[in-house]
């Protein structure tokens, strides 16, 4: 069965530190990834998908995340991060082609001055 | 603006009251799908659906109905709410596999 985990609930950073987001997720083939972002009070917005191809994916706002087959991961990384980027970010996975999706329990980051 | 647009933002209600939250999306997606959110709890589905008149339950389907007459349309009822069912609700939709557009929520309040 499908499942995705995000170990750390909450995270801290320093602005301008580098931020890594962890997601594991379980799936048979070859999945699809996302990585989401909800703002305080909003809804969720897409940061970047992964389908197939290149391992690397780059999305809005300066994110990145790469996904390793053997580790069974898909990473969320920003090099600088800004105070706005504090938010909660949800990692997902779904059946390539369908759409059952699962999502992660949520990582809340928060950004020191 | 290509969006998904669900409404009230906010609801407070009492016990057994009947309610419907509207969703209405405008990029002639298929597929649309509630979801609830709770803390410690992430995203759970509560109902999707495929197209007109198909619709299938998820993960916490109980207490909730949906309808989908039309294909822009998808309103969730609570036909007798239950203060367990306090939560903040999204809906959402998208073509397949492209990932997910999401409305701005809905926070419900049962008492």
């Known amino acids: 069965a499908q499942s995705v985990t995000q170990p750390d609930i909450h995270i801290t950073v320093s602005e301008g530190a580098s931020l890594e987001l962890r997601c594991n997720y379980s799936y048979g083939a070859t999945p699809y990834l996302f990585w989401y972002v909800q703002s305080p009070g909003q809804g969720l917005q897409l940061l970047l998908k992964?389908?197939?191809?290149?391992?690397l994916v780059q999305g809005i706002k300066g994110f990145e995340a790469e996904f390793k087959r053997s580790q069974s991961s898909f990473n969320l990384r920003k090099p600088s991060v800004h105070w706005s980027d504090a938010a909660e970010y949800f990692c997902?996975?779904?059946?390539?082609?369908?759409?059952?999706?699962?999502f992660g329990t949520g990582t809340r980051l928060k950004v020191l001055a | 603006e290509a969006q998904v647009t669900q409404n009230p933002r906010y609801l407070i209600t009492v016990t057994g009251k009947k309610l419907t939250v509207t969703c209405s999306q405008n990029m002639n997606h298929e597929y649309m799908s509630w979801y609830r959110q709770d803390p410690g709890l992430g995203l759970r589905q509560i109902y999707y659906?495929?197209?007109?008149?198909?619709?299938d339950k998820g993960d916490v389907p109980e207490g909730y109905k949906v309808s989908r007459k039309e294909k822009r349309n998808f309103p969730l009822i609570l036909e007798s709410p239950s203060p367990n069912q306090t939560s903040l609700y999204f809906c959402?939709?998208?073509?397949?596999?492209?990932?997910?557009?999401f409305g701005s929520g809905t926070r419900l309040t049962v008492v």
């Open positions: 997902a996975v779904g059946a390539g082609g369908t759409y059952k999706y699962i």
């Open positions: 992964y389908f197939s191809g290149d391992t």
């Open positions: 659906s495929m197209n007109v008149e198909v619709t």
């Open positions: 959402a939709s998208m073509d397949r596999g492209r990932g997910y557009t």
